[in-house]
């Protein structure tokens, strides 16, 4: 028996189904445990011979785009990515909504926003050819770079600065004055060794677990966009699948709780990994007061109106569901008395 160049292998052992699972992730980190989690909670279900899970992490299938276009077409089964990497490669710029500089201010605002929004997420992704089977993080974003600190917007003038690829993310950094250099996730760490690149927008946890905050000197906690990743499905492949095991793979009545067992994995890996970097001091990490913070807030409203014309009208709607649930967030949280 062999895995199938389509993905889903169609001839079965019994009644056993293999799915290929791809991710840009590094192995042995908070997100492969993270994923490793919600398998199991899929084995207690129907068992682990009538499923098995091949892991394929570190972009060993590619690059996020790639694997969000294989998702699509039923060659690739599951996927761990980034909401920007499927909104590229399911071209769905709409999803980039979800990671405008400076929408969020905290974890709490992000988990209530993303649980509140998971059903149209959901209808959204299905009609591209994908499910949803629960949302994962990545984390806050924040400022490497190999010559000099970024504690301002002026700051980035000049520099070369790898970007994710999408809009949102090359369109802030023109706005800050910086050249925007789209590049995927596996090719990052030669374009830093190799100083194609100054350095990079990207959360602690995959800095380290990537060797990318190896190659820089400076890491400002700017925390200006959060980026969410989730646990994909390809239809195509969901689709042929018996009703028993469509329910497993989907978790549906623990999907909250399995979320935050991975949110709490990658949260807590960051705060430990920070106090590693500062203990060892080859990487110095700056901390912004909140006028600094402001500061970068403001100028990144510039790129705001190329954003959301690459977004689309229907950017525009999810745009104001998320603001629509952000409000409704921020009026609970004034109305509870503090203790």
Request: charged letters at 25%.
């Amino acid at each position: 028996m062999r895995w199938a160049i389509g993905g889903l292998l169609l001839a079965f052992l019994g009644a056993q189904v293999k799915l290929r699972v791809g991710s840009t992730v590094p192995t042995d980190s908070p997100w492969e445990e993270a994923l490793d989690t919600y398998i199991k909670e899929v084995h207690r279900r129907v068992g682990p011979d009538k499923v098995v899970f091949k892991k394929y992490l570190g972009g060993q299938l590619g690059g996020e785009l790639e694997m969000a276009r294989s998702l699509r077409m039923g060659t690739l089964d599951i996927g761990v990515l980034s909401l920007a990497s499927l909104a590229e490669g399911l071209n769905m710029p709409e999803l980039q909504v979800l990671e405008m500089p400076f929408l969020f201010e905290s974890n709490e605002e992000v988990d209530y926003v993303l649980d509140k929004l998971f059903p149209e997420i959901d209808r959204r992704l299905q009609e591209k050819g994908v499910v949803l089977i629960l949302f994962g993080v990545n984390g806050w974003r924040n400022f490497g770079a190999r010559e000099r600190p970024i504690l301002s917007p002026a700051d980035l003038k000049g520099l070369k600065m790898r970007a994710q690829e999408a809009a949102v993310y090359t369109e802030m950094y023109k706005v800050f004055g910086a050249t925007p250099i789209p590049l995927p996730a596996p090719e990052v760490l030669l374009a830093l060794k190799n100083k194609m690149v100054d350095g990079f927008d990207q959360t602690v946890v995959f800095s380290m677990a990537t060797g990318w905050m190896q190659q820089i000197k400076h890491y400002t906690l700017t925390q200006h966009i959060y980026q969410a990743g989730a646990i994909v499905l390809s239809k195509k492949v969901y689709d042929k699948l018996p009703p028993d095991l469509q329910a497993a793979l989907r978790i549906a009545d623990k999907r909250s709780e399995i979320e935050r067992i991975g949110l709490k994995l990658v949260r807590d890996e960051e705060q430990s990994i920070l106090a590693s970097i500062e203990k060892e001091g080859n990487v110095k990490i700056y901390r912004l007061t909140s006028q600094q913070r402001e500061v970068f807030r403001k100028a990144a409203q510039a790129a705001y109106p190329k954003i959301e014309a690459a977004v689309g009208p229907e950017g525009k709607k999810l745009l104001a569901q998320v603001q629509a649930a952000l409000a409704e967030y921020r009026r609970q949280k004034k109305a509870t008395p503090a203790r």
